[in-house]
C-alpha cells in the first residue's frame, strides 16, 4: 500500500483512482480535513505494519482531538493498537483512548485485558496511561478490576504512577460510593508518600472522598507543611486549602487574647517562654487559663505552617498568592496578616481576569484590615483602560480605606473619575462619594455641596444618580437642609430618570414642613404627568399626596382626590391597591375611622437615615479565593470553613516516631553521621512563640537558639535547655539525640582551654550563628543540602579520627553588636575551622564572656603597613579578620592598628583618595580624630579586591602629613567559607573538571599528619569551610571567592605514608593555581 497520498502536497479536487480526494477549500487543510474519506486514509495507515506510519497517524488523530474535531469514529481502528511494541504509538493511543473511552464504553471494554497488562508494563508511562485509560470507562462491572489497579499502583515504585492512582481515586468515588472505604485505605497509604510528585493528588482526594477524616491528616500534618515549598502549583493549591481548614479545627485563634497582648507585650512574650518550659501539655494549659488572663501561646505546628508557606508569597502562580493569602487571613494574627497585602498588590499587574478576583478579596479583607492596605492605596488608582467590574472593585476598595488622613486624596480622585465617559463607573463614583460622606463625618456637607453641583451637570443619569445620594445624605441631618430640598423640588421639570424623580417626590413629601409653599405646586405639576409617568414614580406621587393631604388638606384636598382618582383606574394593579389603601387611610369614612385617627403616625412617622454600606461587608462568612466568596453565593461542593475550637485539641497526635521529612535512607546515615553538628531543636519552630511577635525575628531566634551550648551559656540556661528538649521530644525529628547532646555537654564541661583561644572560638562562633538562616533549616527538603554564602565561619563535623566534641558554640549575638571603629590592640591568633581543634580543650564557664574580650578569628598574622620612623611615630599594621564585612558582604574586612610611639598626638587620621587599579573598591574607616602619645587604636576598612591579589594603593593622611599605603592580599583571604554535605561537593566537583582542576602531589612531614594539624595549616591559609568526609584519610573544604561568588573546592587525599594528592576544583584557574602553591607550602613546611 502506497502512503503517498497522505503526504500529498496537491489539494486540487483531481485524484486518480483509488487516490483520496481532497477538499477543494484550501483553509479546510488536508490534514485536519473531516472528510469520511480522510478517516479512511488514517485506518488505512493505522491498519499497516509500519511503526512509522502508525505513528504518524496518531500524531494526526491527537492534532485532530486538539483541534476539536470528532475523531470517534476511528476508535475501532485505534483501539487495536492498544497492544502496539512501539512506545511512541502506545503513548499517543492510551491520550486517544482516554478522551474516548468514556463515550465508547463498548468497544473499551474488549480492550480490558490490553489495559491490565499494561498495568504490569516495564515502562512507568505506559503503566499511568493505562490505569488513566482504566478509570476513564464509567462502567460500574469494571469497578473491582479498577479498585485492584488502584491498589496496585499506590505501591508502585514509580512516583508519577502514584500520582495517577491519585487522580483516579475521585473518579472511582463517583462511579460507585460504596467504595469509600477501601478508597480511604489508599489515601491512607498515599498521604504516608514522602514525594513531593504525590502530595498534591492525593490531597485533592482526601478532599474528594473524605474531606471530614481529619484525622488521616494528623501523622502527615508536619511532612505536609515541609513538602509545600516543592509541590508543583495546583497541588500547593489544594494543600493549602485543606490545611486551613484542619489549622481551625486544631489550632486556638490568635485574635482571641490580643487586647492582652496589646496592653503588655513583653510579659505576653516572656510568659510564653515559661509556658514552654511546663512540657508538652502547655498549649492545653493556656488555653485553660484563658479567663484568667494566660497570654496566648501559639502552637508550634501553628507556626509551623504560617512559616513554611510565607516564601510562597513570591511565587509566580497567581492562585498560590492567593491561597497563602486567603490562609494568613483566617489563620495568623492581626500583627502578621499586614505580609500579604504587597503580594496581592502585586498580582494586581497581571491579567483582568485575575485581578478581578484579587480585588474581590481585598474589597472583603479592606472591610475588617483597613490598615493593612492603606499603604498601597495609590496602587487601587483607576486607569483609563481598566474594564468597568475591575473599576468598580476599586472603587470600593478605596471606598473602604477611605478614612480622616487620605479622605481629601480620595475625593481628588473620585472628582476625576466623575468626568469618565463610562456612565455605570459614574454611577458607583456618586455612590461611593455618599458612603465616605456617611462615614466620615468632617467631609460630609463638602460631599454634599460637591454633590449639589452635579445636579447641573448635563448628564442626566449623572444628575439622577446624585438625586438618589443626596436624598440618602439629607435623612441625615434634614433640617439644615431646607435650601437642596427647593433646589431639588425645581429639577422635577427636568429630569426624566424614574430612580431619581422618585426620590425627590419623596423627600418633598417626607419633609414638606421645610418646604411649605413649594410642595403643594410640585403635587399639581406631578397630577398633570400622571398618567405617563413611570410605576415607581407614582407610587411616590400618591405618596406625596396623602402626606401633603394631611399636613396642609386647604390647598391640597381636591388634588389629592384627583391623584388617588386616577390611580383608581390605573393599570397597574400595586397601584390601584395603593390608591384603594390610602383613601381609606386618610379620608375619614363612617366604616373605617379607627385607622384614620392614626394616619399621621403612618405616614409622617420619624425614619431612621439608611446606612451606606459596602456590599462585601458580609462576604467573609465564605472562605476567601473560593467560587462561593466570588458569587456571594454557596457553590456546590463548597465546604464551610469550621469556627475556632474553644480549647485546643491534643497536640501530641502529631507526634511521628520516624522523621516524616527526610527522603531517603542515605540522608538519614548522613544525619547519622552529622549528628554531633545539629542541635537537638534544629528543623522545628520554637514552641513559645507569642503572636505579637514579629515572624522574621522569631525565625532569626529560633536559628541563635539552636545553636546555642557550650561555654558562655549560664546555668538557668542549660536547665532551659533540658526542659527545651523535653517539650521537643515526639515533636522534632532529631529529638531522639537530646540524651547523648546532654551527656556530651556535662563530658565538655570537663575540659579547660586559655582565655585567648576560647575567645577566638566564641567570636567565630557568634559570627556564623548571626549570619545563618532559620528559613533553610526549616525548609526539610533543602535543609542538609543548603549552601549558604552568608556563612562566613561554618563549622563542620569533624571526620571520624577527630575528638568526640558535638555541638556548635555560640556565645554572642553579633546582630545585636556591632564591633567599634576605636579597639585596644589584640595579638594575632590563628583559628582552624575544624570543630575538632576549635573544641579541644574548651572550658566551659558559668560567667558569659564580655563583647570586649572576644578577638577576631584571624587567617594570615598581623603584618606592618607603615614603620613607625617612616611615619614619624605612626606605626601602623593591618590583618585580615575574616569576618564578614557589614558595609558589603563582597569587600575584605582589613583590620588597622594604629600605634602612635611619637611624644604628640596625631590627629585626623583618615584615608586619602585613593587611586586603585579598575574593579578595586575601598570603603574607608570613619576618621580618628586624635591618638594620644603611648596611645593604641583598631579601625576596620573594607577592601574589594575584585578576585585578584593586585595590591590596593591608599594614602593614610593625618592633619599634616600623607602616606602612601600598600595591601596586597594572600589569595586564600580572597573567599568566605560555604558549608555544603558531602554529596553536594561531589556533584559541585564534577561540573569543575578539565581546565577548572588544578593537582598536585607532595609529601606530608612527620609533623603535619595528624586531622588538628592537617586542617588548622589548610584553614589558616585560605578561608574555607570544612566539609564532612566519609573517609579518614581524606580532607574536603568548600569556598566561595567574595566578588563573584565562584566555587572553590579543595581536596586533599593523604596517605598514612606521608604520601598526598591536592586537587583544587574552581572556575576562576588563576586563584585555583596560587591556592595550590600556598597550601602546598604550608603543608610541607
Same mark, same amino acid.
Given at each position: 500500500?502506497?502512503?503517498?497520498?497522505?503526504?500529498?502536497?496537491?489539494?486540487?479536487?483531481?485524484?486518480?483512482?483509488?487516490?483520496?480526494?481532497?477538499?477543494?477549500?484550501?483553509?479546510?487543510?488536508?490534514?485536519?480535513?473531516?472528510?469520511?474519506?480522510?478517516?479512511?486514509?488514517?485506518?488505512?495507515?493505522?491498519?499497516?505494519?509500519?511503526?512509522?506510519?502508525?505513528?504518524?497517524?496518531?500524531?494526526?488523530?491527537?492534532?485532530?482531538?486538539?483541534?476539536?474535531?470528532?475523531?470517534?469514529?476511528?476508535?475501532?481502528?485505534?483501539?487495536?493498537?492498544?497492544?502496539?511494541?512501539?512506545?511512541?504509538?502506545?503513548?499517543?493511543?492510551?491520550?486517544?483512548?482516554?478522551?474516548?473511552? #468514556?463515550?465508547?464504553?463498548?468497544?473499551?471494554?474488549?480492550?480490558?485485558?490490553?489495559?491490565?497488562?499494561?498495568?504490569?508494563?516495564?515502562?512507568?508511562?505506559?503503566?499511568?496511561?493505562?490505569?488513566?485509560?482504566?478509570?476513564?470507562?464509567?462502567?460500574?462491572?469494571?469497578?473491582?478490576?479498577?479498585?485492584?489497579?488502584? $491498589?496496585?499502583?499506590?505501591?508502585?515504585?514509580?512516583?508519577?504512577?502514584?500520582?495517577?492512582?491519585?487522580?483516579?481515586?475521585?473518579?472511582?468515588?463517583?462511579?460507585?460510593?460504596?467504595?469509600?472505604?477501601?478508597?480511604?485505605?489508599?489515601?491512607?497509604?498515599?498521604?504516608?508518600?514522602?514525594?513531593?510528585?504525590?502530595?498534591?493528588?492525593?490531597?485533592?482526594?482526601?478532599?474528594?472522598?473524605?474531606?471530614?477524616?481529619?484525622?488521616?491528616?494528623?501523622?502527615?500534618?508536619?511532612?505536609?507543611?515541609?513538602?509545600?515549598?516543592?509541590?508543583?502549583?495546583?497541588?500547593?493549591?489544594?494543600?493549602?486549602?485543606?490545611?486551613?481548614?484542619?489549622?481551625?479545627?486544631?489550632?486556638?485563634?490568635?485574635?482571641?487574647?490580643?487586647?492582652?497582648?496589646?496592653?503588655?507585650?513583653?510579659?505576653?512574650?516572656?510568659?510564653?517562654?515559661?509556658?514552654?518550659?511546663?512540657?508538652?501539655?502547655?498549649?492545653?494549659?493556656?488555653?485553660?487559663?484563658?479567663?484568667?488572663?494566660?497570654?496566648?501561646?501559639?502552637?508550634?505546628?501553628?507556626?509551623?505552617?504560617?512559616?513554611?508557606? $510565607?516564601?510562597?508569597?513570591?511565587?509566580?502562580?497567581?492562585?498560590?498568592?492567593?491561597?497563602?493569602?486567603?490562609?494568613?487571613?483566617?489563620?495568623?494574627?492581626?500583627?502578621?496578616?499586614?505580609?500579604?497585602?504587597?503580594?496581592?498588590?502585586?498580582?494586581?499587574?497581571?491579567?483582568?481576569?485575575?485581578?478581578?478576583?484579587?480585588?474581590?478579596?481585598?474589597?472583603?479583607?479592606?472591610?475588617?484590615?483597613?490598615?493593612?492596605?492603606?499603604?498601597?492605596?495609590?496602587?487601587?488608582?483607576?486607569?483609563?483602560?481598566?474594564?468597568?467590574?475591575?473599576?468598580?472593585?476599586?472603587?470600593?476598595?478605596?471606598?473602604?480605606?477611605?478614612?480622616?488622613?487620605?479622605?481629601?486624596?480620595?475625593?481628588?480622585?473620585?472628582?476625576?473619575?466623575?468626568?469618565?465617559?463610562?456612565?455605570?463607573?459614574?454611577?458607583?463614583?456618586?455612590?461611593?462619594?455618599?458612603?465616605?460622606?456617611?462615614?466620615?463625618?468632617?467631609?460630609?456637607?463638602?460631599?454634599?455641596?460637591?454633590?449639589?453641583?452635579?445636579?447641573?451637570?448635563?448628564?442626566?443619569?449623572?444628575v439622577a444618580e446624585s438625586v438618589v445620594v443626596i436624598k440618602k445624605l439629607l435623612q441625615m441631618q434634614p433640617a439644615q437642609h431646607g435650601e437642596i430640598i427647593k433646589h431639588l423640588a425645581k429639577l422635577t421639570d427636568n429630569i426624566q430618570v424614574p430612580m431619581a424623580r422618585a426620590s425627590i417626590l419623596w423627600l418633598i413629601g417626607e419633609y414638606c414642613e421645610h418646604v411649605p409653599r413649594i410642595a403643594p405646586d410640585v403635587l399639581r405639576k406631578m397630577a398633570k404627568s400622571f398618567t405617563a409617568e413611570e410605576d415607581i414614580v407614582k407610587l411616590q406621587?400618591?405618596?406625596?399626596?396623602?402626606?401633603?393631604?394631611?399636613?396642609?388638606?386647604?390647598?391640597?384636598?381636591?388634588?389629592?382626590?384627583?391623584?388617588?382618582?386616577?390611580?383608581?383606574?390605573?393599570?397597574?394593579?400595586?397601584?390601584?391597591?395603593?390608591?384603594?389603601?390610602?383613601?381609606?387611610?386618610?379620608?375619614?369614612?363612617?366604616?373605617?375611622?379607627?385607622?384614620?385617627?392614626?394616619?399621621?403616625?403612618?405616614?409622617?412617622?420619624?425614619?431612621?437615615?439608611?446606612?451606606?454600606?459596602?456590599?462585601?461587608?458580609?462576604?467573609?462568612?465564605?472562605?476567601?479565593?473560593?467560587?462561593?466568596?466570588?458569587?456571594?453565593?454557596?457553590?456546590?461542593?463548597?465546604?464551610?470553613?469550621?469556627?475556632?475550637?474553644?480549647?485546643?485539641?491534643?497536640?501530641?497526635?502529631?507526634?511521628?516516631?520516624?522523621?516524616?521529612?527526610?527522603?531517603?535512607?542515605?540522608?538519614?546515615?548522613?544525619?547519622?553521621?552529622?549528628?554531633? &553538628?545539629?542541635?537537638?531543636?534544629?528543623?522545628?519552630?520554637?514552641?513559645?512563640?507569642?503572636?505579637?511577635?514579629?515572624?522574621?525575628?522569631?525565625?532569626?531566634?529560633?536559628?541563635?537558639?539552636?545553636?546555642?551550648?557550650?561555654?558562655?551559656?549560664?546555668?538557668? #540556661?542549660?536547665?532551659? $535547655?533540658g526542659q527545651d528538649e523535653d517539650e521537643e521530644k515526639g515533636r522534632s525529628s532529631e529529638s531522639e539525640h537530646s540524651e547523648e547532646e546532654g551527656k556530651k555537654r556535662k563530658m565538655k564541661k570537663r575540659k579547660k582551654v586559655p582565655e585567648g583561644q576560647e575567645g577566638g572560638s566564641s567570636s567565630d562562633e557568634g559570627s556564623d550563628s548571626s549570619s545563618s538562616s532559620s528559613e533553610s533549616e526549616m525548609t526539610s527538603e533543602t535543609e542538609e543540602e543548603q549552601v549558604e554564602p552568608a556563612s562566613w565561619r561554618k563549622k563542620t563535623p569533624p571526620s571520624?579520627?577527630?575528638?568526640?566534641?558535638?555541638?556548635?558554640?555560640?556565645?554572642?549575638?553579633?546582630?545585636?553588636?556591632?564591633?567599634?571603629?576605636?579597639?585596644?590592640?589584640?595579638?594575632?591568633?590563628?583559628?582552624?575551622?575544624?570543630?575538632?581543634?576549635?573544641?579541644?580543650?574548651?572550658?566551659?564557664?558559668?560567667?558569659?564572656?564580655?563583647?570586649?574580650?572576644?578577638?577576631?578569628?584571624?587567617?594570615?598574622?598581623?603584618?606592618?603597613?607603615?614603620?613607625?620612623?617612616?611615619?614619624?611615630?605612626?606605626?601602623?599594621?593591618?590583618?585580615?579578620?575574616?569576618?564578614?564585612?557589614?558595609?558589603?558582604?563582597?569587600?575584605?574586612?582589613?583590620?588597622?592598628? &594604629?600605634?602612635?610611639?611619637?611624644?604628640?598626638?596625631?590627629?585626623?587620621?583618615?584615608?586619602?583618595?585613593?587611586?586603585?587599579?579598575?574593579?578595586?573598591?575601598?570603603?574607608?574607616?570613619?576618621?580618628?580624630?586624635?591618638?594620644?602619645?603611648?596611645?593604641?587604636?583598631?579601625?576596620?576598612?573594607?577592601?574589594?579586591?575584585?578576585?585578584?591579589?593586585?595590591?590596593?594603593?591608599?594614602?593614610?593622611?593625618?592633619?599634616?602629613?600623607?602616606?602612601?599605603?600598600?595591601?596586597?592580599?594572600?589569595?586564600?583571604?580572597?573567599?568566605?567559607?560555604?558549608?555544603?554535605?558531602?554529596?553536594?561537593?561531589?556533584?559541585?566537583?564534577?561540573?569543575?573538571?578539565?581546565?577548572?582542576?588544578?593537582?598536585?602531589?607532595?609529601?606530608?612531614?612527620?609533623?603535619?599528619?595528624?586531622?588538628?594539624?592537617?586542617?588548622?595549616?589548610?584553614?589558616?591559609?585560605?578561608?574555607?569551610?570544612?566539609?564532612?568526609?566519609?573517609?579518614?584519610?581524606?580532607?574536603?573544604?568548600?569556598?566561595?571567592?567574595?566578588?563573584?561568588?565562584?566555587?572553590?573546592?579543595?581536596?586533599?587525599?593523604?596517605?598514612?605514608?606521608?604520601?598526598?594528592?591536592?586537587?583544587?576544583?574552581?572556575?576562576?584557574?588563576?586563584?585555583?593555581?596560587?591556592?595550590?602553591?600556598?597550601?602546598?607550602?604550608?603543608?610541607?613546611?
Amino acid at each position: 500500500m502506497s502512503a503517498a497520498p497522505a503526504y500529498s502536497e496537491d489539494k486540487g479536487g483531481s485524484a486518480g483512482p483509488g487516490e483520496p480526494e481532497y477538499g477543494h477549500d484550501p483553509a479546510s487543510g488536508g490534514i485536519f480535513s473531516s472528510d469520511y474519506k480522510r478517516h479512511d486514509d488514517l485506518k488505512e495507515m493505522l491498519d499497516t505494519n509500519k511503526d512509522s506510519l502508525k505513528l504518524e497517524a496518531m500524531k494526526r488523530i491527537v492534532a485532530m482531538i486538539a483541534r476539536g474535531k470528532n475523531a470517534s469514529d476511528l476508535f475501532p481502528a485505534v483501539v487495536k493498537n492498544v497492544a502496539c511494541k512501539n512506545i511512541e504509538v502506545k503513548k499517543l493511543v492510551y491520550v486517544y483512548l482516554v478522551r474516548y473511552a #468514556e463515550e465508547q464504553q463498548d468497544l473499551a471494554l474488549l480492550s480490558i485485558s490490553t489495559f491490565q497488562r499494561g498495568l504490569k508494563d516495564p515502562n512507568q508511562l505506559i503503566r499511568a496511561s493505562a490505569l488513566r485509560v482504566l478509570s476513564s470507562i464509567r462502567v460500574p462491572i469494571i469497578v473491582p478490576i479498577m479498585m485492584l489497579a488502584i $491498589k496496585e499502583a499506590a505501591s508502585d515504585m514509580s512516583p508519577y504512577v502514584r500520582k495517577t492512582a491519585a487522580h483516579a481515586i475521585p473518579k472511582l468515588y463517583s462511579l460507585d460510593s460504596d467504595q469509600k472505604d477501601q478508597l480511604i485505605e489508599v489515601i491512607e497509604k498515599l498521604l504516608a508518600d514522602k514525594t513531593t510528585l504525590v502530595a498534591g493528588s492525593v490531597v485533592m482526594a482526601f478532599e474528594e472522598v473524605c474531606p471530614e477524616r481529619i484525622d488521616l491528616i494528623h501523622k502527615n500534618y508536619r511532612k505536609l507543611c515541609n513538602l509545600l515549598i516543592d509541590v508543583e502549583e495546583w497541588g500547593q493549591v489544594v494543600i493549602i486549602s485543606m490545611l486551613t481548614r484542619y489549622a481551625r479545627t486544631q489550632f486556638l485563634s490568635p485574635t482571641q487574647n490580643e487586647s492582652l497582648l496589646e496592653e503588655n507585650p513583653e510579659k505576653a512574650f516572656y510568659g510564653s517562654e515559661e509556658d514552654e518550659a511546663k512540657g508538652p501539655g502547655s498549649e492545653a494549659a493556656a488555653s485553660t487559663a484563658l479567663p484568667a488572663r494566660k497570654p496566648y501561646v501559639m502552637d508550634p505546628d501553628h507556626r509551623l505552617l504560617l512559616r513554611n508557606t $510565607k516564601p510562597l508569597l513570591q511565587s509566580r502562580s497567581a492562585a498560590v498568592v492567593m491561597a497563602v493569602a486567603q490562609l494568613y487571613f483566617h489563620l495568623a494574627p492581626k500583627a502578621e496578616v499586614g505580609v500579604i497585602a504587597k503580594a496581592l498588590v502585586r498580582l494586581l499587574r497581571s491579567h483582568s481576569e485575575v485581578q478581578y478576583v484579587v480585588l474581590q478579596n481585598v474589597a472583603t479583607m479592606s472591610i475588617k484590615r483597613r490598615g493593612m492596605f492603606e499603604p498601597y492605596l495609590k496602587s487601587f488608582y483607576i486607569r483609563s483602560t481598566d474594564p468597568t467590574q475591575i473599576k468598580i472593585l476599586k472603587l470600593e476598595v478605596l471606598t473602604n480605606l477611605a478614612n480622616e488622613t487620605n479622605i481629601p486624596t480620595v475625593l481628588r480622585e473620585f472628582q476625576t473619575y466623575i468626568r469618565s465617559m463610562d456612565k455605570d463607573f459614574v454611577a458607583a463614583t456618586i455612590q461611593a462619594i455618599g458612603r465616605c460622606a456617611t462615614n466620615i463625618g468632617r467631609v460630609r456637607d463638602t460631599c454634599l455641596n460637591g454633590l449639589v453641583q452635579l445636579l447641573s451637570n448635563r448628564d442626566e443619569l449623572v444628575v439622577a444618580e446624585s438625586v438618589v445620594v443626596i436624598k440618602k445624605l439629607l435623612q441625615m441631618q434634614p433640617a439644615q437642609h431646607g435650601e437642596i430640598i427647593k433646589h431639588l423640588a425645581k429639577l422635577t421639570d427636568n429630569i426624566q430618570v424614574p430612580m431619581a424623580r422618585a426620590s425627590i417626590l419623596w423627600l418633598i413629601g417626607e419633609y414638606c414642613e421645610h418646604v411649605p409653599r413649594i410642595a403643594p405646586d410640585v403635587l399639581r405639576k406631578m397630577a398633570k404627568s400622571f398618567t405617563a409617568e413611570e410605576d415607581i414614580v407614582k407610587l411616590q406621587v400618591i405618596n406625596l399626596a396623602a402626606k401633603l393631604y394631611l399636613t396642609n388638606s386647604k390647598q391640597t384636598k381636591l388634588l389629592t382626590q384627583y391623584v388617588l382618582s386616577l390611580a383608581k383606574y390605573d393599570q397597574n394593579y400595586d397601584i390601584r391597591d395603593r390608591a384603594r389603601f390610602t383613601r381609606q387611610l386618610i379620608v375619614p369614612s363612617e366604616q373605617g375611622g379607627a385607622l384614620s385617627r392614626h394616619a399621621k403616625k403612618l405616614f409622617l412617622a420619624p425614619k431612621p437615615a439608611p446606612v451606606l454600606e459596602s456590599s462585601f461587608k458580609d462576604r467573609d462568612h465564605f472562605q476567601l479565593g473560593s467560587l462561593s466568596h466570588l458569587l456571594n453565593a454557596k457553590a456546590t461542593g463548597y465546604q464551610e470553613l469550621p469556627d475556632w475550637p474553644e480549647e485546643a485539641p491534643d497536640p501530641s497526635v502529631r507526634n511521628v516516631e520516624v522523621p516524616e521529612w527526610t527522603k531517603c535512607s542515605n540522608r538519614e546515615k548522613r544525619k547519622e553521621k552529622e549528628k554531633p &553538628f545539629y542541635s537537638d531543636s534544629e528543623g522545628e519552630s520554637g514552641p513559645t512563640e507569642s503572636a505579637d511577635s514579629d515572624p522574621e525575628s522569631e525565625s532569626e531566634s529560633d536559628s541563635k537558639s539552636s545553636s546555642e551550648s557550650g561555654s558562655g551559656e549560664s546555668s538557668s #540556661e542549660s536547665d532551659n $535547655k533540658g526542659q527545651d528538649e523535653d517539650e521537643e521530644k515526639g515533636r522534632s525529628s532529631e529529638s531522639e539525640h537530646s540524651e547523648e547532646e546532654g551527656k556530651k555537654r556535662k563530658m565538655k564541661k570537663r575540659k579547660k582551654v586559655p582565655e585567648g583561644q576560647e575567645g577566638g572560638s566564641s567570636s567565630d562562633e557568634g559570627s556564623d550563628s548571626s549570619s545563618s538562616s532559620s528559613e533553610s533549616e526549616m525548609t526539610s527538603e533543602t535543609e542538609e543540602e543548603q549552601v549558604e554564602p552568608a556563612s562566613w565561619r561554618k563549622k563542620t563535623p569533624p571526620s571520624s579520627k577527630s575528638a568526640p566534641a558535638a555541638k556548635e558554640i555560640s556565645l554572642l549575638d553579633l546582630e545585636d553588636f556591632t564591633p567599634p571603629s576605636v579597639q585596644p590592640v589584640s595579638p594575632p591568633t590563628v583559628v582552624s575551622t575544624s570543630l575538632a581543634a576549635d573544641l579541644e580543650g574548651l572550658t566551659l564557664t558559668d560567667s558569659p564572656l564580655v563583647p570586649s574580650l572576644l578577638s577576631p578569628v584571624l587567617g594570615v598574622g598581623r603584618q606592618e603597613l607603615l614603620h613607625r620612623v617612616a611615619g614619624e611615630g605612626l606605626a601602623v599594621d593591618y590583618t585580615f579578620s575574616r569576618q564578614p564585612f557589614s558595609g558589603d558582604p563582597h569587600m575584605v574586612a582589613v583590620h588597622i592598628h &594604629f600605634s602612635n610611639s611619637s611624644d604628640t598626638p596625631i590627629k585626623g587620621l583618615h584615608v586619602g583618595t585613593p587611586k586603585l587599579p579598575a574593579g578595586i573598591s575601598i570603603q574607608e574607616f570613619p576618621e580618628i580624630e586624635s591618638l594620644a602619645p603611648g596611645e593604641s587604636a583598631t579601625a576596620v576598612m573594607g577592601i574589594n579586591f575584585c578576585d585578584s591579589t593586585q595590591a590596593a594603593n591608599f594614602q593614610l593622611c593625618t592633619q599634616t602629613r600623607q602616606f602612601y599605603v600598600s595591601i596586597q592580599p594572600p589569595v586564600g583571604e580572597l573567599m568566605a567559607p560555604v558549608f555544603m554535605s558531602e554529596n553536594e561537593f561531589k556533584k559541585e566537583q564534577g561540573k569543575l573538571t578539565g581546565m577548572n582542576e588544578i593537582t598536585e602531589k607532595l609529601t606530608l612531614p612527620d609533623t603535619c599528619r595528624s586531622d588538628h594539624v592537617v586542617v588548622q595549616k589548610v584553614t589558616a591559609t585560605a578561608n574555607l569551610g570544612r566539609v564532612p568526609c566519609g573517609t579518614s584519610d581524606e580532607y574536603r573544604f568548600a569556598g566561595r571567592t567574595l566578588t563573584s561568588g565562584s566555587l572553590v573546592l579543595l581536596t586533599l587525599d593523604a596517605q598514612p605514608t606521608g604520601a598526598a594528592q591536592l586537587t583544587v576544583n574552581s572556575e576562576k584557574m588563576v586563584i585555583g593555581t596560587m591556592l595550590v602553591k600556598d597550601v602546598v607550602q604550608a603543608l610541607t613546611q
